[in-house]
């Protein structure tokens, strides 16, 4: 009997650690159980769970590292293949790297009819040793075999996968995440609100660098630290506002200590270190400008939730960069690792109040035409149900 979306169909959502559940794929998850689809997380929990169960998602743990750690991995990959066999779903979802690569092997050696992976960009721009980056690229050519269809969030990677043979050409397509575009409204908050939320972090007559991202290396930290050195000289009242959720397992991870060693403790506003910010949202408007820096991205984002809060973007000129950003017209791209033009990137806005605000409509125009969730939720489902067809 064939099968449709209308009749409970049963999903399973993979992702390496809750982080991801709990700030990118939430809303699509949410999405999915209006639509009457059957819906399971599966991943590594950490502090986020009860949040995800409080919201009515309904939840496995299985453990998996964001390392290379053989015997774990293995563990991981029979407890998934377990799982997945008794429970039957008719698709399985996967997210992120090592989710992505022990769960699509793991999903079709099951049996589960379709396999999909969304891809949040390849290891080509990340300083990892050479062994490293060859064993995860070959463990993605790998898993692309067991898998019916790659999601890729920007243009550049789906020519990389095809090009070194990665991902079969008919296996990948272009699916760049949104966002929730009225959550992240700049109309939601009136001067005196902003003013307010300003002095109860002392920074209400700074200029405002904002910058949201996991704390680890590869999101572009310790560049940033370098450019805002330079900064401070010309520009003596700015002052860096960061959402920066610690990332401890990463290899990479930071230490807050780290502003000390840099001498910007005193000129630093650090959130989201220890604890969640719920109300994201109410930080960006508070950013005379917004920096991303960062070595690795597939579709950032951060930058599409700035821009929707009509915030003038700085960042580096990488994959999945290069398209949130049009350069010139929603914000500026700047080179991998030149600090010098990082911070006079960042000054041009400082600087010029028109202009900034000009890149930043711009970007909250964009935003409303690009960005928006429900389209891309609503292609998702389309994949889904002509995938179900085919297979089921």
């Given at each position: 009997m064939e099968k449709n979306l209308n009749n409970k169909i049963k999903t399973c959502h993979v992702t390496t650690v809750d982080i991801t559940a709990r700030f990118i794929i939430f809303d699509f998850l949410k999405f999915l159980i209006k639509q009457s689809i059957d819906v399971t997380l599966v991943c590594s929990f950490n502090k986020h769970r009860d949040f995800l169960d409080n919201a009515g998602i309904p939840t496995h743990d299985i453990k998996m590292t964001r390392r290379i750690t053989p015997i774990s991995d293995l563990t991981s990959f029979i407890k998934l293949f377990l799982y997945f066999k008794k429970e039957k779903f008719d698709i399985v979802h996967t997210y992120t790297p090592k989710a992505g690569i022990l769960g699509r092997i793991a999903a079709r050696l099951a049996g589960v009819p379709v396999v999909i992976h969304t891809s949040y960009g390849f290891y080509t721009g990340v300083k990892i040793p050479r062994w490293q980056r060859i064993l995860i690229m070959s463990g993605e050519k790998v898993a692309s075999y067991f898998c019916d269809l790659v999601f890729s969030q920007n243009k550049e990677d789906i020519k990389l996968a095809i090009n070194k043979k990665i991902v079969n050409p008919?296996?990948?397509?272009?699916?760049?995440?949104?966002?929730?575009?009225?959550?992240?409204?700049?109309?939601?908050?009136?001067?005196?609100?902003?003013?307010s939320r300003k002095k109860e972090l002392g920074i209400e007559d700074k200029k405002v660098i904002g910058m949201v991202g996991r704390f680890v290396k590869e999101k572009g930290y310790i560049k940033l630290f370098e450019?805002?050195?330079?900064?401070?000289?010309?520009?003596?009242?700015?002052?860096?506002?960061?959402?920066?959720?610690?990332?401890?397992?990463?290899e990479d991870a930071l230490d807050i200590t780290i502003l000390k060693e840099y001498g910007i403790e005193k000129d630093t506003v650090i959130l989201g270190y220890k604890n969640e910010v719920a109300d994201i949202e109410q930080v960006y408007p508070l950013m005379d400008v917004f920096v991303l820096p960062s070595y690795r991205e597939g579709f950032p984002y951060s930058i599409m939730e700035a821009s929707a809060f009509a915030k003038p973007v700085v960042a580096t000129d990488i994959r999945g960069c290069r398209e949130a950003v049009k350069d010139g017209v929603?914000?500026?791209?700047?080179?991998?690792?030149?600090?010098?033009?990082?911070?006079?990137?960042?000054?041009?806005?400082?600087?010029?109040?028109?202009?900034?605000?000009?890149?930043?409509?711009?970007?909250?125009?964009?935003?409303?035409?690009?960005?928006?969730?429900?389209?891309?939720?609503?292609?998702?489902?389309?994949?889904?149900?002509?995938?179900?067809k085919r297979k089921l």
């Open positions: 008919k296996k990948i397509k272009l699916l760049t995440y949104g966002i929730d575009i009225e959550r992240f409204n700049p109309l939601k908050f009136n001067a005196d609100f902003i003013l450019a805002f050195k330079i900064i401070k000289e010309k520009i003596p009242n700015a002052v860096l506002l960061l959402v920066a959720p610690s990332d401890k397992e990463k929603t914000g500026k791209l700047v080179p991998l690792d030149d600090n010098d033009k990082l911070a006079e990137a960042i000054m041009y806005f400082l600087n010029n109040s028109d202009k900034a605000k000009e890149m930043g409509t711009n970007g909250r125009k964009r935003a409303e035409k690009e960005f928006d969730e429900r389209l891309v939720f609503d292609r998702i489902k389309k994949e889904y149900e002509d995938l179900m």
